[in-house]
């Protein structure tokens, strides 16, 4: 017998609808994707502010704090970066259980990991966003500096250079951080939202 199975859920009597039904807007959560310096902290901090101005109940998870909380113990093997993953997934249904709008920032590489998580969820509570940006866009930004420590050969194992970065295949929303600024990308974002109905309750 594992642990689990001694394990029984509690149902709550306020459910994920009763909170939608209080917000006033549907949960999801906008499941970013793209190498690192693509612009998915830039552009989900951006779409927050603007949800949270109007009146949409959200939150926001980003690589580096989860890396520092949660996620202290995991490093940037293949498996830890699986995990990595499969934890902030898990965190991320919570979220969306509890009524909020979620936006995750995570490089996330591997497709099979994103489609993991797609599966725990109702099919329109995971909004799948690439931030595509070419790997010279990304080096030439270098927010953190990382390309630089990598051509030092401080860093191995690092996406698009040498681990791997698998697109998605099949995105709800895919915005060129090559060509779209950050407010056109932010404003795609919104347009899509609206346009399905998620910031309204009907
Ligand atoms: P990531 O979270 O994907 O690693 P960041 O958002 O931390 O990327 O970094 C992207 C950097 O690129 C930021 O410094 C941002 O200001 C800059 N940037 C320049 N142009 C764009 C754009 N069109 N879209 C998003 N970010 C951009």
Redesign the pocket.
Known sequence: MTESENISWHYSKVTKEHRRQLNNHKSVVLWFT??????????SVELEKELHQMGVRTYRLDGDNIRHGLNKDLGFSPDDRKENIRRIGEVSRLMVEAGLVTLT?FISPYREDRDEIRKMMNHDEFIEVF?DASLETCKS?D??GLYKKVRAGKITGFTGIDAPYEAPVKPEITVN?DV???EE?VQAIMSYLKTKGYLIND
């Open positions: 793209g190498l690192s310096g693509s612009g998915k902290s830039t552009i920032a931030v930004r927010p953190k951080t779209a600024g950050v990308s």
